[in-house]
Protein backbone atom coordinates (compact mmCIF):
# COMPACT_ATOMS: atom_id res chain seq x y z
CA UNK A 1 0.00 0.00 0.00
CA UNK A 2 1.29 3.32 -1.08
CA UNK A 3 0.87 6.45 1.20
CA UNK A 4 0.82 10.30 -0.25
CA UNK A 5 0.32 13.44 0.89
CA UNK A 6 -2.72 15.00 0.55
CA UNK A 7 -0.77 18.56 0.40
CA UNK A 8 1.46 17.99 -2.52
CA UNK A 9 0.67 14.28 -3.43
CA UNK A 10 4.32 13.19 -3.35
CA UNK A 11 4.78 9.79 -1.38
CA UNK A 12 6.09 9.48 1.98
CA UNK A 13 8.47 6.81 3.02
CA UNK A 14 7.97 3.98 4.97
CA UNK A 15 10.04 5.16 7.80
CA UNK A 16 8.03 8.62 8.23
CA UNK A 17 4.76 6.87 8.98
CA UNK A 18 3.62 6.52 12.64
CA UNK A 19 0.68 3.82 12.88
CA UNK A 20 0.40 3.79 16.50
CA UNK A 21 -0.63 7.68 16.20
CA UNK A 22 -1.95 7.50 13.24
CA UNK A 23 -0.34 10.07 11.08
CA UNK A 24 2.25 10.42 8.83
CA UNK A 25 4.71 12.93 7.62
CA UNK A 26 5.61 14.61 4.48
CA UNK A 27 9.64 15.41 4.87
CA UNK A 28 8.46 17.93 1.15
CA UNK A 29 5.86 19.77 3.06
CA UNK A 30 7.44 18.95 6.55
CA UNK A 31 3.96 18.40 7.94
CA UNK A 32 1.97 15.62 9.55
CA UNK A 33 -1.39 14.65 7.95
CA UNK A 34 -3.59 11.56 9.24
CA UNK A 35 -2.88 7.96 7.63
CA UNK A 36 -6.31 7.57 6.81
CA UNK A 37 -5.73 11.10 4.55
CA UNK A 38 -2.63 9.58 3.26
CA UNK A 39 -4.19 6.19 2.30
CA UNK A 40 -6.77 8.73 0.25
CA UNK A 41 -4.68 10.82 -0.98
CA UNK A 42 -4.03 11.50 -4.95
CA UNK A 43 -0.61 10.71 -6.17
CA UNK A 44 1.15 14.22 -7.57
CA UNK A 45 0.94 12.19 -10.84
CA UNK A 46 -2.25 12.22 -11.06
CA UNK A 47 -3.04 15.72 -10.20
CA UNK A 48 -3.38 18.67 -12.20
CA UNK A 49 -0.04 20.15 -11.91
CA UNK A 50 -0.15 24.27 -11.75
CA UNK A 51 3.29 25.33 -12.21
CA UNK A 52 5.27 26.82 -9.55
CA UNK A 53 6.14 30.42 -9.90
CA UNK A 54 7.24 31.35 -6.64
CA UNK A 55 11.04 30.55 -7.33
CA UNK A 56 13.00 30.85 -3.98
CA UNK A 57 15.57 33.70 -4.67
CA UNK A 58 18.88 32.32 -6.82
CA UNK A 59 17.06 29.68 -8.82
CA UNK A 60 16.32 30.06 -12.39
CA UNK A 61 13.82 27.30 -14.00
CA UNK A 62 13.50 26.77 -18.00
CA UNK A 63 11.20 24.24 -19.14
CA UNK A 64 12.91 22.84 -22.49
CA UNK A 65 11.31 20.43 -25.11
CA UNK A 66 12.54 17.39 -23.59
CA UNK A 67 12.56 18.39 -19.62
CA UNK A 68 13.80 21.59 -17.89
CA UNK A 69 16.84 23.51 -16.95
CA UNK A 70 17.29 24.07 -12.96
CA UNK A 71 20.30 26.97 -12.29
CA UNK A 72 21.15 27.28 -8.24
CA UNK A 73 22.99 30.49 -8.32
CA UNK A 74 26.37 29.95 -6.22
CA UNK A 75 26.92 33.57 -5.89
CA UNK A 76 28.01 34.18 -2.10
CA UNK A 77 28.40 37.45 0.35
CA UNK A 78 31.62 36.35 1.51
CA UNK A 79 32.79 37.25 -1.43
CA UNK A 80 33.39 40.98 -0.36
CA UNK A 81 36.25 39.23 1.77
CA UNK A 82 37.46 36.75 -0.56
CA UNK A 83 38.38 38.62 -3.02
CA UNK A 84 40.62 41.02 -1.30
CA UNK A 85 42.14 38.23 0.99
CA UNK A 86 42.79 36.42 -2.50
CA UNK A 87 44.54 39.24 -4.03
CA UNK A 88 46.58 39.64 -1.06
CA UNK A 89 47.18 36.00 -0.62
CA UNK A 90 48.04 35.94 -4.49
CA UNK A 91 50.34 38.71 -4.57
CA UNK A 92 52.15 38.16 -1.50
CA UNK A 93 52.55 34.78 -1.82
CA UNK A 94 53.14 33.47 -5.36
CA UNK A 95 54.00 36.86 -6.87
CA UNK A 96 56.81 37.12 -3.88
CA UNK A 97 58.51 33.46 -4.73
CA UNK A 98 58.32 33.48 -8.40
CA UNK A 99 57.08 37.24 -9.55
CA UNK A 100 60.93 38.24 -8.07
CA UNK A 101 62.53 35.82 -9.99
CA UNK A 102 60.27 36.48 -13.32
CA UNK A 103 61.54 40.35 -12.54
CA UNK A 104 64.93 39.77 -11.65
CA UNK A 105 65.34 36.87 -15.20
CA UNK A 106 66.60 34.46 -12.67
CA UNK A 107 65.53 31.09 -11.92
CA UNK A 108 66.01 29.54 -8.34
CA UNK A 109 65.43 25.97 -8.13
CA UNK A 110 64.84 25.63 -4.01
CA UNK A 111 62.70 28.57 -3.73
CA UNK A 112 60.71 27.50 -6.99
CA UNK A 113 60.05 23.96 -4.75
CA UNK A 114 59.40 26.10 -1.49
CA UNK A 115 56.39 27.91 -3.49
CA UNK A 116 54.77 25.08 -4.74
CA UNK A 117 52.38 24.84 -1.44
CA UNK A 118 51.29 28.31 -1.81
CA UNK A 119 51.02 27.58 -5.74
CA UNK A 120 48.39 24.84 -4.83
CA UNK A 121 46.79 26.99 -2.22
CA UNK A 122 46.13 30.00 -4.75
CA UNK A 123 44.50 28.20 -7.34
CA UNK A 124 42.30 26.66 -4.86
CA UNK A 125 41.46 30.04 -3.68
CA UNK A 126 40.90 31.43 -6.58
CA UNK A 127 38.93 28.93 -7.65
CA UNK A 128 36.25 28.81 -4.88
CA UNK A 129 37.01 32.83 -4.38
CA UNK A 130 35.47 32.33 -8.68
CA UNK A 131 32.49 30.40 -7.83
CA UNK A 132 31.65 32.96 -4.60
CA UNK A 133 31.25 35.49 -7.46
CA UNK A 134 29.98 33.67 -10.34
CA UNK A 135 29.48 30.37 -9.40
CA UNK A 136 26.66 28.28 -10.31
CA UNK A 137 24.89 24.70 -10.43
CA UNK A 138 22.95 23.34 -13.41
CA UNK A 139 20.38 20.56 -13.17
CA UNK A 140 19.34 19.41 -17.01
CA UNK A 141 16.67 16.88 -18.11
CA UNK A 142 17.55 16.55 -21.47
CA UNK A 143 17.47 13.55 -24.11
CA UNK A 144 16.72 10.87 -21.17
CA UNK A 145 19.53 11.76 -19.18
CA UNK A 146 19.81 13.67 -15.94
CA UNK A 147 22.92 15.91 -15.83
CA UNK A 148 24.54 18.17 -12.46
CA UNK A 149 26.64 20.65 -13.62
CA UNK A 150 28.69 22.70 -11.15
CA UNK A 151 31.37 25.52 -12.01
CA UNK A 152 31.88 29.39 -13.42
CA UNK A 153 32.99 30.98 -16.07
CA UNK A 154 32.79 28.09 -18.78
CA UNK A 155 34.51 25.45 -16.84
CA UNK A 156 32.19 22.34 -15.22
CA UNK A 157 32.11 19.21 -13.68
CA UNK A 158 29.91 17.56 -14.66
CA UNK A 159 27.73 14.20 -13.49
CA UNK A 160 25.21 12.79 -14.74
CA UNK A 161 22.64 9.18 -14.92
CA UNK A 162 19.80 7.86 -16.86
CA UNK A 163 16.36 10.02 -15.90
CA UNK A 164 14.75 5.70 -16.17
CA UNK A 165 16.95 5.21 -13.19
CA UNK A 166 16.35 7.61 -11.21
CA UNK A 167 14.39 6.52 -7.72
CA UNK A 168 13.82 9.04 -5.53
CA UNK A 169 15.23 12.16 -4.35
CA UNK A 170 15.24 14.08 -0.52
CA UNK A 171 17.13 17.31 0.92
CA UNK A 172 19.82 15.80 3.63
CA UNK A 173 21.37 17.57 6.34
CA UNK A 174 24.86 17.48 7.42
CA UNK A 175 26.36 18.80 10.82
CA UNK A 176 29.72 19.90 11.52
CA UNK A 177 31.12 21.33 14.59
CA UNK A 178 33.37 23.94 15.40
CA UNK A 179 35.16 25.03 18.46
CA UNK A 180 32.14 26.99 20.25
CA UNK A 181 29.42 26.18 17.68
CA UNK A 182 27.37 23.61 15.04
CA UNK A 183 26.57 24.41 11.73
CA UNK A 184 24.08 22.58 9.29
CA UNK A 185 24.67 22.33 5.54
CA UNK A 186 22.00 21.38 3.19
CA UNK A 187 21.94 19.21 -0.07
CA UNK A 188 19.29 17.54 -2.52
CA UNK A 189 20.49 13.99 -2.84
CA UNK A 190 19.09 11.73 -5.77
CA UNK A 191 19.07 7.90 -5.53
CA UNK A 192 19.67 6.29 -8.82
CA UNK A 193 19.63 2.53 -9.30
CA UNK A 194 22.79 2.09 -10.59
CA UNK A 195 26.09 3.83 -8.65
CA UNK A 196 26.19 6.57 -5.93
CA UNK A 197 23.53 8.88 -5.70
CA UNK A 198 23.45 12.37 -6.84
CA UNK A 199 24.32 15.27 -4.85
CA UNK A 200 23.90 18.98 -5.26
CA UNK A 201 23.32 22.27 -3.69
CA UNK A 202 25.82 22.77 -0.85
CA UNK A 203 25.90 26.39 1.03
CA UNK A 204 21.85 27.16 -0.34
CA UNK A 205 19.84 28.03 2.00
CA UNK A 206 17.51 25.60 3.26
CA UNK A 207 14.15 26.36 1.79
CA UNK A 208 16.00 26.99 -1.41
CA UNK A 209 17.31 23.27 -1.01
CA UNK A 210 13.97 21.84 0.18
CA UNK A 211 11.93 23.51 -2.87
CA UNK A 212 14.54 22.21 -5.22
CA UNK A 213 13.55 18.54 -3.31
CA UNK A 214 10.11 19.05 -3.18
CA UNK A 215 10.47 20.15 -7.52
CA UNK A 216 12.67 17.26 -8.50
CA UNK A 217 10.61 14.66 -6.34
CA UNK A 218 7.35 16.11 -8.57
CA UNK A 219 9.39 15.33 -11.69
CA UNK A 220 10.36 12.41 -10.73
CA UNK A 221 6.46 11.07 -10.26
CA UNK A 222 5.34 12.72 -13.36
CA UNK A 223 7.84 10.86 -15.56
CA UNK A 224 7.12 7.21 -13.84
Known amino acids: ?63 TMDGFRLILSARSCIAFFLVPFTLFWVGGSVGGIYGTQIAKGEFNLLMSLFGLPFLAGSVLLVGFTVMTICGRCVVELGGGKLSIRTGALGVYRT ?66
Open 159 to 224: KSVAWDDVLSCRLTEATSRGRSSYSTTYQVEIAAERGEPLRFGVGAERKTVLWLSRFLAGRIQRGR
Open 1 to 63: MEFHCPECGLPIAVADLAPAQGIAVCRFCEKPHPLAACQEAIPFEQRNIIPEHALPKGVVLEE
